[in-house]
């Protein structure tokens, strides 16, 4: 007798559709001439999944299944239907390259049933959970100052154990985009952890929690971040968060300390480094020479300072300055924290052996017009820019020195010969950032004792400024909830700059010291940080203690007196 087994039958029936289905879509896969991939077999990535939210992927028809960099793999179910391609311009808009694939129907269902996950996913081994980029949005509506963050952690705290490491991580990020704090610092002690944000470049307290929190919080953000969770020595990693059109980068950096490791979070929002050349705070007549410089078809241009002084935002307000369908740009950077269309963006990664030195390599191949290095780091690769200046390319560059004279000495040491320098820089340019002061709480005072007695010194040495400001007040800071009791709210740059002249040349080439390079330099009738950073108290901009805190105001400079001939 043969028994008739309904539960097999139909098992074999789907099994048969399925693969009808699969078959069909890489048939359509060879007429549209896309390559077809079985979604069943793939791991789907969730960093994909969150640049397209599930509405737009169903009623465009597509599932972003795979990211690397800024390439995206996307499954299609038919690539010339209307919204499909809407949403693929959409992705090509945000500076995303897109490569399709034929995928089936069901295929496209199993990747947008993984939208469930991302919004509190599922609890994995490790206690960690994904970042739900909607509840970061909801928090960032609630949060209005440092006091804001604090009341919703603590709210959160007393969740259970998944919602409380969800909660505390979307609104620490939130809080972060909310006031423009720059990174996030998680710092274990014996009985508790501190939170920090670092605002306009200075740390501020936030709260503090229980380490019982913090121990299932750093196996949640070594896992989201790319990191081995069973290693306990310095680890890097990344994850980026999807607020509205702006993707936000998050560099994640684990170290080990006394207590437990230590996490500082640094957050890259594209609209923090996105600063117009006319916003960087540059001088009237240092702006008017810089885009002079920049014009030019050849040539080297250095910003210098420590980590942190802006270097970067400035050489990408460069770019945005003299970017053009003509010419073509290559960058390469460590990390890519700004996207501009039109031009040709690359990220060193060492591990790959993709550094600095073989980026520049490879991009002079590229027949570029202007290429931007992240950093000048070691003799092969000043070498390879400064021959790069000297053959008809356009290049910006940074270097770690304290002002714009120590360019050239660091040059040299780094074993550039000194008789082509001044031939391939054109300009270098030093610079710090100072927070500016709260208009809504700041403070108008006399100048007297010890800060009239600087503020008189250093005007007296300039002479290159038609107009200086009253020297009789200045405005001290106060603190209010606009700017977080802070007193200052934003950052501005002070900027030094010396240019590559005939003066400069014949000095360079007897091996000078920077104090010989800056009495070289006085003709040139340019601002020094210093004489800029007083003109911007004068000016009301910034405070005497605030340019205190970045650079050296009470020690007068040895340098000869001497009135400039501005050329």
């Not at 139909?10 to 007429?31: G, P, T, W, Y």
């Not at 019982?212 to 081995?228: A, G």
């Not at 269309?341 to 990220?347: A, L, S, Y």
Request: proline share 4%.
């Amino acid at each position: 007798m043969v028994t008739f087994d309904e539960d097999k039958q139909n098992q074999r029936l789907s099994d048969f559709k399925r693969k009808e289905e699969e078959d069909v879509a890489e048939i359509l896969s060879k007429k549209y001439g896309l390559d077809y991939v079985d979604l069943s077999r793939i791991a789907i990535n969730n960093d994909a999944l969150r640049l397209v939210t599930e509405a737009e992927a169903r009623a465009a028809k597509i599932g972003v299944f795979n990211i690397v960099n800024k390439n995206l793999s996307v499954g299609v179910a038919s690539p010339n239907n209307p919204d499909t391609v809407e949403a693929l311009n959409k992705l090509s808009e945000r500076g995303y390259t897109t490569k399709l694939f034929m995928v089936s129907e069901q295929n496209l269902e199993r990747v947008w049933s993984r939208y469930k996950d991302l919004s509190y996913a599922m609890e994995s081994k490790s206690g960690a959970l994904d970042i739900s980029n909607d509840e970061i949005v909801n928090f960032l509506k609630q949060v209005n100052a440092i006091g804001d963050i604090k009341k919703l952690i603590e709210n959160t705290l007393g969740l259970n154990k998944v919602h409380r490491i969800s909660g505390v991580m979307e609104i620490m990020i939130a809080g972060a985009l909310a006031t423009g704090a720059s990174d996030i610092h998680l710092e274990p002690e014996e009985s508790y952890v501190q939170l920090r944000y670092r605002l306009d470049g200075v740390l501020t307290e936030i709260l503090q929690f229980d380490k019982d929190t913090y121990n299932l919080m750093l196996s949640r953000i070594k896992l989201v971040s790319n990191m081995k969770l069973n290693l306990s020595g310095a680890q890097d990693g990344r994850f980026s968060v999807k607020i509205k059109d702006d993707e936000i980068e998050i560099r994640t950096s684990v170290l080990p300390g006394a207590y437990n490791e230590s996490i500082v979070m640094r957050v890259l929002n594209p609209k923090t480094i996105s600063v117009p050349m006319e916003e960087l705070g540059m001088e009237p007549r240092l702006l008017e020479i810089v885009n002079k410089e920049i014009a030019k078809p050849n040539g080297m241009i250095l910003t210098t300072g420590p980590t942190g002084s802006g270097k970067t935002t400035t050489l990408y307000a460069f770019l945005k300055k003299v970017r053009d369908p003509g010419i073509k740009i290559i960058t390469i950077e460590n990390p890519i924290e700004y996207h501009l269309p039109g031009i040709v963006q690359t990220q060193t990664d060492e591990k790959k052996n993709y550094t600095f030195l073989e980026g520049l390599r490879a991009a002079v191949r590229q027949d570029p017009d202007i290429i931007m290095v992240g950093e000048i780091r070691d003799n092969e690769s000043a070498d390879i820019a400064v021959n790069s200046a000297l053959t008809g390319h356009l290049v910006f560059s940074t270097l770690h020195t304290n002002n714009a004279a120590g360019t050239f000495p660091r040059l040299i040491d780094l074993g550039i010969n000194s008789k082509v320098l001044t031939s391939a820089i054109t300009i270098a340019i030093a610079q710090r950032l100072v927070r500016k002061l709260c208009t809504t709480c700041r403070k108008e005072t006399v100048l007297e004792g010890k800060e009239k007695e600087v503020v008189d010194r250093i005007v007296s040495t300039i002479h290159t400024i038609d107009k200086i400001p009253q020297t009789v007040n200045h405005f001290i800071p106060v603190g209010c909830p606009a700017c977080n009791n802070t007193g200052y709210k934003g950052r501005l740059g002070i900027f030094e700059a010396i240019l590559a002249d005939a003066a400069i040349e014949e000095v360079v080439n007897m091996n000078p010291s920077e104090r010989e390079i800056k009495k070289a330099a006085l003709p040139q009738g340019i601002l020094d940080m210093l004489q800029d950073g007083i003109i911007k108290v004068l000016q009301g901009i910034t405070s005497i203690d605030e340019l205190r805190r970045v650079i050296d105001v009470d020690t007068p400079e040895e340098i000869p007196e001497a009135v400039p001939e501005v050329k």
